[in-house]
């Protein structure tokens, strides 16, 4: 980590490195979305090194281990709901906010704005509760559910696919969000 990386490391809040192979400042996870977000940096005692304390998104190396100083090589500890994942969901969605390629739909519904976003959170917000009905129904009915609960899979799906791309729009990181749940989990 040069000079130019701790800034942009303190100030964005994601760690950065300087690449002697790619020759050029480096954000952890701009390609796979398992980034580094800063807990804390402190100088060892004859300021001389520094230790970067981090909440990773995912593994931190490039082999997918939990370490590069890992061993045994062992996987990286993944959430048994998958939520990792959603990671790299947020590296596209972020991807298509910054460079609005033609012919994504992403960058489309940004395009849109606020209000085209809007719209389709509401409209699969409403699906989502249109499939958990048609799931109850059938579970009451004692139908099989393997199709309802497909079905409202998909709608849960969409909504936060499209819940993500308005955090997008609005400059809003999940990160944020998950402080609020995280602030809110007494409960």
């Not at 593994?59 to 996987?75: I, K, L, V, Y």
Request: charged share 25%.
């Amino acid at each position: 980590m040069d000079a130019e990386a701790l800034a942009t490391t303190l100030s964005s809040g994601e760690v950065h490195f300087h690449s002697r192979s790619r020759k050029r400042l480096w954000r952890k996870g701009e390609t796979s979305g398992n980034v580094l977000r800063l807990v804390d940096v402190e100088q060892d005692c004859d300021r001389d090194a520094l230790l970067v304390r981090v909440d990773p998104t995912g593994p931190t190396c490039h082999r997918g281990t939990r370490s590069c100083f890992d061993p045994d090589g062992a996987p990286a500890a993944r959430s048994s709901e998958g939520f990792a994942w959603l990671e790299s969901l947020w590296a596209v969605i972020s991807s298509r906010a910054a460079e609005r390629p033609e012919g994504s739909y992403t960058a489309r519904l940004l395009n849109g704005g606020v209000d085209a976003i809007g719209r389709k959170v509401t409209e699969e917000a409403t699906e989502v509760l249109i499939a958990a009905m048609n799931d109850a129904a059938a579970e009451t009915g004692g139908a099989d559910r393997s199709a309802t609960r497909t079905a409202l899979a998909g709608e849960v799906a969409d909504l936060v696919y499209h819940a993500l791309v308005l955090l997008a729009d609005r400059g809003v990181s999940p990160f944020a969000v998950v402080e609020v749940l995280r602030a809110r989990s007494h409960d």
